[in-house]
């Protein structure tokens, strides 16, 4: 799940520039690479090097040693000057409903004991930390240094992605607030169903915005929406993709904010979704330094993830934010490639700008319009980003690179061969 992206990440001379050598017992001088594995968008990543990386000593960023907040945003919830709350005058108090709620249940032992209950004998954590022994081998130098590539298996969770992580913690949050309707936007589908699912589970109505575009290429996950009860709503504006359907999506709270809760999918929009969806995933990161602890005694070398909106790289990032040491890699979607006009690399050539409710890079022209993205990759063609991931690429503490949709597809038959995964339900996420 990774050759195309590894190629552009820990593969790359420049990004390599500050790799670690990885401290193992065993097999000393090889990194230690965990790749978070989520078919769907933001998900599912990459693994460790077309061309492993040299062993070289680490060299924190020092604005990043000194960056202040990097735990969670400020009290206007902005992660340094990114983030806060841009949305229409009527939003402002649900938004401020949701905060305290979170907060109060934040400290709940009742509410963390049912969260916890769920994701355990419901989702099915905590999720494997799967050594891909081919896939190290066939990075291997000849000299026997090389990385060891880890899957932090998130598709073995219900639904096949991380995304029902934030999707059952915020049905629980809804019902505390008395939300009797829920809405969500969709790209790749994951979170749709992951949000029907669970809305399923509890009895609650659910409707589920999506691109035109996305319903036709992911047809399997709009039949499995609509099997659960909840009411697809096609989207045709814009280029009827995720964009489009988040927009749909705000829309309609606007109309209903007294009787519905939206589930924002990724660590985008307006405060607290961003802090919010982010601590609803960071189990992923706590997950895996346990269980790499247990594996080998030690961190990982190198985190890699794809970024769409950026949840489920938030979501292994956040445990390891404060380990200098660590490498933290973001791979984004670069389409037809960056020099293009279509790609969804928002990192890489974004401007920073206002987007659903935030202060984050976005993908626009001189006139700050947005630029439609492309990715071949349904949910990775968002044109805008988390708050959280603009500020770790300002401060220098995340790399941020990105894959072509020829390397991506290129790489998943490679990683298949090599893996003997066929992953349920899988989008093409994976391959970044």
Same mark, same amino acid.
């Given at each position: ?79 340094? $000057? ?143 929406? $609509? ?62 330094? $346990? ?142």
């Amino acid at each position: 799940m990774a050759a195309a992206a590894a190629a552009a990440a820990v593969g790359n001379p420049k990004a390599v520039a500050s790799a670690r050598v990885g401290g193992s017992p065993s097999r000393a001088g090889l990194l230690r690479v965990v790749c978070s594995v989520a078919p769907r968008r933001g998900t599912a990543v990459v693994a460790a090097a077309m061309q492993p990386a040299k062993a070289v000593a680490a060299e924190a960023s020092p604005a990043a040693a000194e960056a202040p907040g990097l735990a969670r945003p400020d009290a206007f919830g902005r992660f340094g $000057k990114f983030g806060g709350k841009y949305v229409p005058e009527t939003l402002m108090h649900a938004l401020a409903e949701l905060e305290a709620a979170f907060h109060a249940l934040a400290s709940d032992e009742e509410f963390q004991k049912e969260l916890d209950g769920i994701l355990k004998d419901y989702v099915g954590r905590e999720t494997p930390l799967y050594f891909a022994e081919r896939l190290t081998e066939h990075y291997k130098r000849a000299d026997g240094t090389g990385p060891l590539i880890y899957l932090k298996r998130e598709d073995l969770n219900h639904t096949g992605a991380h995304k029902i992580n934030n999707a059952v913690a915020q049905v629980l949050l809804a019902k505390r607030l008395g939300k009797e309707r829920i809405i969500a936007e969709t790209g790749a589908g994951q979170h749709g169903v992951a949000t029907a699912t669970v809305c399923a589970r509890f009895g609650l109505q659910c409707i589920i915005y999506m691109g035109a575009q996305d319903m036709e290429r992911q047809a399997l996950n709009v039949f499995r929406m $609509k099997l659960l009860g909840a009411e697809v709503r096609a989207v045709h504006s814009g280029t009827a993709t995720l964009k489009d359907a988040t927009s749909e999506a705000i829309r309609d709270w606007v109309t209903n904010v007294e009787n519905t809760h939206y589930i924002l999918g990724s660590v985008a929009g307006p405060h607290p979704y961003p802090m919010m969806v982010r601590e609803f995933h960071k189990v992923i990161g706590k997950e895996t330094r $346990k269980q790499a602890m247990d594996k080998w005694g030690g961190k990982p070398d190198v985190l890699v993830a794809c970024v769409g909106g950026g949840s489920n790289a938030m979501g292994l990032f956040h445990e390891f934010v404060d380990d200098q040491d660590i490498r933290m890699i973001g791979v984004e979607a670069a389409g037809h490639g960056v020099d293009t006009d279509k790609h969804a690399a928002t990192l890489t050539k974004g401007e920073v700008g206002v987007l659903h409710g935030s202060l984050s890079y976005v993908l626009q022209d001189d006139d700050g319009q947005v630029i439609e993205p492309h990715s071949i990759s349904a949910g990775l063609d968002y044109p805008g980003v988390g708050p959280e991931h603009s500020f770790l690429k300002d401060i220098g503490r995340a790399e941020y690179d990105s894959v072509t949709d020829q390397e991506a597809l290129d790489g998943t038959c490679f990683e298949r061969r090599l893996l003997h995964l066929i992953l349920y339900n899988a989008a093409l996420q994976l391959s970044w």
